[in-house]
């Protein structure tokens, strides 16, 4: 029929509904092929699986054991996945969170089983294991636990032992061990045989030593803490000893000829106990220092302080030059000694840049017999041109701390900051007077430095 138009056949719309969309996208999936490239694909297969094996391992160790242990149900990839996990925390919180809920008795059959359900599943390799002893477990167990994970070449090992207990811990040696923390029980030694080769760090928190012990040479780091039988660590502290930072805190027993082999620390920390001073002076601390020019942390209790001292220099020589950091932590303010020998190590380590004191907690001020060992204290010539920051923490009397300070103050004409932490509450306009009168009597040119001031008011802080 002539000028007949032929109909035009309708364009095929599109399903905008929410259905449609959903099933073009189920019809071109994206299939992680590695380097980041994707590409499109209809096996069937979840994206997070087709993920590289790289990014899965790094999405495991940001889980904790027991999330990482529910990826098992997502798909027959990840049912073993997490037996890869390379650091395992099966520590004190670990413990209570799988225990939560559940009646007393039955606390240590389901840790134990948890723990065997792990070492079943677990094909390493392992890095680092942080392991909780709870009270009443049977040692076979926990040895068996060890020799397995131990086995995996870990080079991270701690294990926290119920305070309960007096847990003897079976020195296991890895091959490839570098760090070793122990907390609460008795150490046994190792066979003559085995012996720590690359071990870097160890530490002790209330570990008894039974016989003689050495960590090996590589031993960078010693961190002992009311521990007892440290006595057998002689094989530690030779010629061979290569120890940059050793801490001795309310340890019995200790031998201060080891100090003689300690060339290389640079950090120091030192917190006696009365069975460390029974027969008299231990150590001089002043040769102490300037045999070991290296040291630039140096830590010391304040009982420390007072039966080490007093410090007196002698001649032009200046001692530990590479100091540059002093904490002295349970500083006695009612102890004048203490005090008095106190500004007597400052004025010998004339390059300390950081000052921070510790007060002993409780403590009302200082007896009236300061002015007695301050004043006799010849700070001529004493110049403390490095040090910047002072931090005392704990501070119960302001004014006492203050006259403790315009000691430093007449000797240290590059002082920037001093910060007091103050445990009491307090009115702050009544303390800001205070001060302001109390450093009246400092000369002008120190009147520059900053001072902060924090009370227990939460919002006080001048």
């Known amino acids: ?26 019809s ?46 997502l798909s027959k990839q990840w049912r073993s996945l997490w037996g890869m996990k390379n650091n395992l925390v099966l520590d004190k919180l670990f413990f209570l969170q799988l225990t939560a809920n559940k009646d007393k008795d039955a606390h240590l059959s389901s840790f134990s089983r948890a723990i065997e359900t792990i070492t079943l599943v677990h094909k390493g390799p392992l890095l680092s294991l942080n392991l909780y002893i709870p009270p009443k477990l049977d040692r076979s167990l926990a040895s068996r636990w060890m020799e397995h994970f131990l086995k995996q070449r870990i080079r991270v090992l701690e294990i926290t032992n119920s305070e309960k207990n007096a847990y003897e811990f079976p020195l296991f040696v890895g091959e490839g061990l570098v760090e070793l923390k122990l907390t609460t029980g008795i150490l046994n030694p190792l066979p003559k045989s085995r012996s720590f080769r690359n071990l870097t760090r160890a530490d002790l928190y209330n570990i008894s030593i039974t016989a003689d012990i050495s960590f090996g040479s590589q031993l960078k780091m010693l961190y002992l803490k009311k521990c ?47 069975q460390n001073c029974n027969t008299g002076k231990p150590l001089n601390l002043m040769k102490l220092l ?36 002093l904490k002295l932590a349970g500083l006695g303010f009612y102890n004048a000694r203490q005090i ?21 907690p409780g403590v009302e001020s200082l007896n009236l017999t300061l002015r007695e060992y301050i004043e006799p204290l010849r700070w001529k010539g004493v110049l403390l041109d490095q040090l910047h920051y002072v931090t005392i923490r704990g501070v119960v009397s302001q004014i006492t701390v203050l006259r403790f300070i315009n000691c430093l103050l ?27 009168q109390e450093l009246r009597g400092c000369p002008k040119k120190f009147l520059s430095v900053k001072f902060f001031i924090s009370f227990l008011n939460p919002d006080i802080v001048i």
């Not at 120890?243 to 006696?272: M, R, V």
């Open 228 to 274: 007892t039988g440290i006595q057998y660590l002689d094989g530690q502290f030779t010629n061979a000893n290569n120890l940059t930072n050793l801490l001795l805190q309310d340890c019995e027993q200790i031998k201060w000829p080891w100090f003689e082999f300690t060339k290389q620390l640079k950090l120091l920390a030192l917190a006696l106990t009365t």
């Open 340 to 360: 008095s020998n106190s500004l007597c190590l400052i004025r010998c380590l004339s390059n300390v840049r950081f000052l921070e004191i510790e007060l002993e």
């Open 290 to 325: 300037g045999n070991t020019p290296t040291i630039t942390q140096l830590f010391l209790s304040g009982y420390t302080v007072e039966v080490l001292g007093p410090f007196q220099p002698t001649g032009k020589k200046r001692f530990a030059p590479k100091v540059e950091h």
């Open 410 to 436: 007449a000797s240290a004409p590059s002082l920037k900051v001093v910060t007091l932490h103050c445990n009491i509450k307090a009115n702050a306009y009544e303390k800001i007077r205070e001060i302001k």
């Open 28 to 73: 071109k999936k994206l299939v992680f092929v590695g380097d980041g490239v994707c590409k499109e694909g209809t096996d069937g297969s979840d994206r997070i699986s087709n993920l590289p094996q790289e990014l899965l391992q790094c999405i495991l160790e940001r889980l904790s054991v027991r999330d990482a242990a529910r990826t098992s149900v």
């Open 1 to 26: 029929m002539a000028g007949h138009v032929p109909k035009r056949q309708p364009y095929a719309l599109e399903d905008d509904t929410t259905s449609g969309k959903r099933r073009r996208l189920e």
